[in-house]
């Protein structure tokens, strides 16, 4: 044992066997740093000690008792159950355990003991069933406020907070801090090893609070900081000296021109803000340290040309450039888009998706390999695969927020391969505003483009609320925009009556009353159907889980508005971008957070008609007409973001799943914001000051990154 160290296995720890070590990787627990850190998510608090005759029935209960009788074991019971009478001043209680024959010889009458327990009366009398028990003597402070872990089958609490100890006397003195003195020294911290001691055996709940207190902004560190150091790679200047390439050189003549051929191929003028991304990225693009950009814009501020431009712009220094979205439906109008952009400019376009033929796939793999393709878009299927890049230079991931956790991990693939692609710059497209602070902590330095300014030409979205399903008003205004040759989405919150609602979980305070009957996609397109209107505006349906190929076509079909009319469910949310859509019905829109509402909405209004979004809700909850109102009143994501945080305080508008994070285990991203900033701006300064305690520090926080969340991190 003696050569056990914060990064070894779980199993390595004496009484961890292979399967109790598959139990714990279940909890994410590998190494003895993430048993370690592993904390409790609440405490039993025994240390109110009470009398048998104060307490009601039914309560829980600690007691210190005398034992009255010998315990004996009742031989006509199955379980073979252990009784006797025990009491304090206050009167006596009957105490009772199943399949615990051993407790006959550990106690006697007379002796003094602990128990905690649900009291109840039985036939009038006090009693507890399998409470804890132990002698008097034996209890300390430290057993009574007792850790409760989230569980999975196959471990109890008591087995986890063994281990625990276990890996603190052992690798304790391994946990190196990474608060800077001064914070220390402020705050009252204690050793980090200490810290943990206290968060999973307290003495009293302020303990543990006070830790916990103090490992949240351990971790908040890590993530703010570690990041940071963890996302300064190599030198990709050599990269970034092509973008602008000398004046008056050929090469640069020839580029100049090329560019500019693109940018004209538009089909618009770039909106300032568009502009002003576009020049952020090359100015980082020509620094020695890898880019770490975010690009914000409201949905259909127009991300996706400051995107490609971005990739045009790699495949002139003769770089290439990776774009990665979260469906296939949006990687493919991706490269459409790509491709009628760069038509003519002899830059090759590929797209590869998961179901992308072997064949086909095989043929791409080269083209990247030997450089001959040099913008690739395509889903994550892109990650996975083994795919050897000639000479990458950017990678982008548009609604970044979409990429689940282990999406973003798989990300780190890359890293790994080699091609130098660790030193790629980054690119995040996301409609989510996420306050500086957030940002920071979520991304390390990550700087952030934002684009404010909507495309020239475009109307309001006249959004209004439809009280009842069958509310006339919506079915004319309908009919009309079809009539006048425009197209429409209906938004349905689940696909048929057998399937469950379609969770949305940026959205909380849901009543459970609410529970209305839920139009499903496949009832709208039957009523559409029935009522001959399909006859007259084809309608078609689109859910996520269709074939792939099945919702290719439909999105193709309704592209070419060959379908006038699309029925589907939030999978439209991202990305799809048909000009020519300009109304929008969404079905028990109380169904969905507001996130998910403004994403939604923001399929309509792309062109230069006017457009209409309904919002269809029988539900009375007041919750959830506030939020309908909310959408009336306010199109700007900014706003709405803003106005949500209001009503009901930082709520899941940034919820976590969105931003695809690994999972913070002691602090809280909107509680403990303030803490997050306070810290990283303070070790920043303490680094950026040096000396020997930056350097100590920057060492600690290297070395707890790594294993806080070496294997979790992407490149992102
Ligand atoms: P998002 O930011 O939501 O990804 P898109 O990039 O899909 O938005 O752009 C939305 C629509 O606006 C697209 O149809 C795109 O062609 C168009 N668009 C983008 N930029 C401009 C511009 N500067 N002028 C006019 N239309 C634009
Ligand atoms: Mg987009």
């Not at 539900?619 to 945080?645: I, P, W």
Request: charged share 25%; net charge negative.
């Amino acid at each position: 044992m003696t050569n056990v160290s914060l990064s070894s296995p779980v199993s390595v720890l004496y009484g961890i066997g292979p399967a109790a070590a598959d139990h714990l990787a279940k909890l994410e627990i590998n190494t003895v740093y993430d048993l370690i850190t592993f904390l409790p998510w609440r405490y039993n608090d025994w240390t109110s000690v009470t009398h048998v005759s104060t307490c009601e029935g039914g309560n829980e209960a600690s007691l210190f008792l005398t034992i009255l009788n010998n315990p004996s074991v009742n031989l006509r019971s199955r379980t073979k159950s252990v009784s006797f009478m025990a009491g304090d001043e206050s009167g006596r209680i009957k105490l009772m355990f199943f399949n615990s024959p051993y407790l006959v010889n550990k106690f006697q009458a007379g002796d003094r003991c602990f128990v905690h327990g649900e009291l109840t009366y039985f036939a009038g009398a006090p009693q507890m069933v399998n409470p804890f028990i132990e002698k008097a003597d034996k209890v300390s402070t430290s057993e009574l406020v007792r850790p409760v872990y989230h569980m999975t089958a196959g471990i109890t609490s008591r087995q986890l907070s063994r281990w625990i100890k276990t890996a603190l006397d052992l690798c304790g003195e391994e946990l190196k801090c990474c608060i800077p003195e001064e914070i220390m020294k402020k705050e009252n911290f204690v050793p980090m090893a200490e810290a943990y001691r206290r968060v999973h055996f307290p003495e009293t709940l302020e303990d543990a609070s006070a830790a916990r207190r103090q490992i949240a902004y351990e971790e908040l560190i890590l993530l703010g900081v570690g990041m940071k150091l963890y996302n300064r790679g190599t030198s990709v200047k050599e990269v970034a000296e092509k973008v602008v390439p000398e004046s008056g050189s050929e090469l640069a003549a020839d580029v100049s021109k090329r560019w500019k051929k693109i940018v004209e191929g538009l089909g618009f003028a770039l909106t300032g803000d568009q502009r002003k991304a576009i020049i952020d990225i090359q100015k980082d693009m020509m620094t020695d340290i890898p880019m770490n950009r975010l690009v914000q814009g409201d949905v259909g501020s127009g991300k996706t040309a400051v995107a490609i431009l971005a990739m045009a712009m790699t495949a002139l220094m003769g770089k290439q450039s990776v774009m990665l979205a979260p469906t296939s439906v949006l990687a493919k109008q991706h490269y459409n888009n790509a491709c009628r952009i760069l038509e003519g400019s002899g830059i090759n376009v590929v797209l590869l998706l998961g179901k992308t033929k072997a064949s086909v796939k095989k043929e791409i793999k080269e083209k990247l390999r030997d450089g001959e393709a040099s913008v690739i878009i395509g889903t994550h299927a892109l990650l996975t695969d083994d795919i050897e890049f000639a000479d990458l230079a950017l990678v982008i991931a548009d609604e970044q927020h979409r990429f689940g956790v282990k999406q973003r991990e798989k990300l780190l693939i890359k890293k790994e391969l080699p091609n130098g692609i660790n030193s790629v710059h980054n690119l995040v497209m996301t409609a989510t505003p996420i306050p500086r602070t957030l940002a920071m902590v979520l991304y390390g330095d990550m700087k952030t483009s934002v684009i404010r300014e909507k495309p020239a030409g475009r109307q309001a979205i006249t959004t209004w609320f439809a009280a009842s399903k069958d509310s006339p008003d919506t079915k004319a205004a309908l009919i009309s925009m079809l009539e006048s040759g425009q197209q429409a989405y209906i938004v349905c919150a689940r696909i048929d009556e057998n399937e469950d609602e379609i969770s949305d979980d940026s959205i909380i305070g849901r009543e459970e009353s609410d529970e209305k009957s839920i139009t499903s996609v496949i009832e709208m397109k039957q009523k559409l159907d029935e009522s001959g209107i399909s006859a007259r505006f084809p309608s078609a349906v689109l859910y996520g889980s269709m074939p792939e190929q099945a919702k290719l076509d439909t999105i193709e079909k309704f592209l070419s508005g060959e379908i006038k009319i699309l029925i589907s469910t939030t999978v439209i949310e991202v990305g799809v971008d048909n000009p020519r859509a300009n109304i929008m019905v969404i079905m028990d829109a109380d169904r969905f957070g507001l996130s998910t509402l403004h994403q939604l909405r923001g399929r309509v209004g792309r062109g230069k008609e006017k457009s209409y979004c309904i919002l269809v809700s029988e539900s009375r909850s007041e919750l959830a007409l506030t939020r309908m109102r909310m959408m009336c009143e306010s199109q700007d994501g900014f706003e709405l973001a803003q106005k949500d945080l209001e009503i009901r305080g930082p709520g899941d508008f940034f919820g976590t799943r969105q931003h695809g994070i690994p999972t913070l285990r002691a602090a809280n991203l909107y509680t403990d914001l303030t803490i997050a900033s306070e810290a990283c701006d303070a070790v920043n300064a303490l680094l950026d000051k040096g000396g020997s305690e930056a350097d100590v520090i920057r060492k600690n926080i290297e070395e707890m990154f790594e294993l806080r969340f070496g294997s979790k991190l992407g490149v992102l």
